[in-house]
């Protein structure tokens, strides 16, 4: 849990920031029962509720050689195949989320208590004990800034962590999910997407499986529409504006969107760019990319990098997630683009991430 306490000490104390077995299920989750196949590109059975099939194939994962703003982790471009899975065609809403704790009981990280001793294990030697008033729980919330921010690093200047924020109140006590739900679920630890999954029968996609679904077998394009900038507010949630200062709204909503809000990619999955990051399965490794490229075969099913490993901070066990946010704007990460991808903390529950899930 270290990353998610280090955001909590740090930031909370305004100290500058460097750097699937299912139980009961209900029709809106509904399995089909999976069947052998001989054909990749025809789904086994008919597609569970909520879900698509996307068919087995090969492709180019990282950034395409036209992509002027690629970070050098989604390179080189690597050969990978995928067999085919089904998918959900948008990413897990507030009403799923709410419909799995109510049968559940299940309590999310962002809600549980705080134990010290447990925290401590993970923190540098001699780290004194916060105040028990700002040893609560709760999870990292976006605010706008008044003015100008030079040094777009620094993401402290924009990220606040608030006691009391979790998925039902995502902006903090007062706050409420209400008449949202069909927005995404945020404020969702890696922890508790896997709970989800195992209650619903399902399981996180690989980085390359989500890769592969997004693209959608549109091999060397930089967004799943195409290559035209210019069509972003009509096809993504995202930042327009001056980040962090103000959103012009462009694209109709200044945090979440309902999903489904915008036009689906080739393969009927909506939402694989904005809105919300989503978890994957994968381990982030630095140099994952390089170290797949580096015999020149295609390599089937991945399932990421053996152990996590971040060059920017070696102490760090981080998973990947994908997609960008309705907080990506072209001045910031334009991670709306196929081949973008971050580092988390798996304990790390934010207001703009979620999941979707695959099966099987």
Not at 83 to 93: A, K, L, P, S, Y
Not at 179 to 204: F, I, N, S
Not at 262 to 290: C, I, K, R, S
Request: net charge negative; with cysteine.
């Amino acid at each position: 849990m270290i990353q998610r306490f280090i955001y909590f000490i740090f930031v909370a104390m305004t100290i500058v920031l460097l750097g699937c077995k299912s139980k009961t299920k209900k029709d809106s989750i509904e399995l089909g029962q999976p069947s052998l196949t001989l054909d990749p590109k025809k789904a086994p059975h008919e597609a569970p509720k909520g879900m698509v099939w996307v068919p087995g194939g090969e492709f180019h994962q990282g950034a395409v050689s036209s992509d002027k703003v690629a970070m050098a982790h989604e390179k080189p471009a690597h050969k990978v195949y995928v067999d085919g899975f089904f998918m959900d065609i948008h990413e897990v809403t507030n009403a799923q989320f709410a419909q799995f704790v109510e049968e559940t009981g299940y309590v999310t990280v962002a809600e549980r208590k705080i134990k010290w001793e447990e925290i401590k294990e993970q923190l540098p030697k001699d780290t004194p004990k916060p105040p028990d008033s700002i040893l609560q729980p709760g999870s990292l919330v976006f605010r706008k800034t008044k003015s100008s921010v030079p040094n777009l690093y620094d993401y402290s200047q924009w990220w606040e962590w608030r006691i009391g924020a979790n998925w039902k109140q995502p902006y903090g006590p007062g706050s409420d999910i209400q008449g949202k739900d069909e927005h995404p679920v945020v404020h969702v630890a890696y922890e508790d997407a896997l709970a989800y999954c195992d209650w619903a029968g399902r399981r996180l996609p690989t980085e390359a499986e989500w890769e592969y679904a997004a693209r959608a077998e549109r091999d060397g394009v930089i967004y799943f529409w195409g290559d035209d900038f210019s069509q972003l507010s009509t096809h993504a949630n995202t930042w327009e504006g001056e980040f962090p200062v103000k959103n012009t709204q462009e694209d109709g909503f200044e945090r979440t969107a309902p999903v489904m809000s915008y036009p689906q990619n080739n393969f009927g999955l909506y939402d694989m760019a904005g809105n919300v990051w989503e978890w994957t399965g994968d381990w982030y490794h630095t140099n994952y990319y390089q170290d797949m490229a580096s015999n020149n075969v295609s390599h089937k099913n991945p399932q990421g990098a053996e152990i996590p490993f971040n060059s920017n901070n070696p102490y760090a066990r981080e998973k990947i997630i994908k997609g960008g946010s309705f907080l990506c704007s072209a001045s910031y990460c334009a991670s709306y683009r196929i081949s973008a991808r971050m580092a988390t903390s798996p304990d790390s529950g934010m207001e703009h991430l979620g999941f979707r899930t695959v099966f099987p």
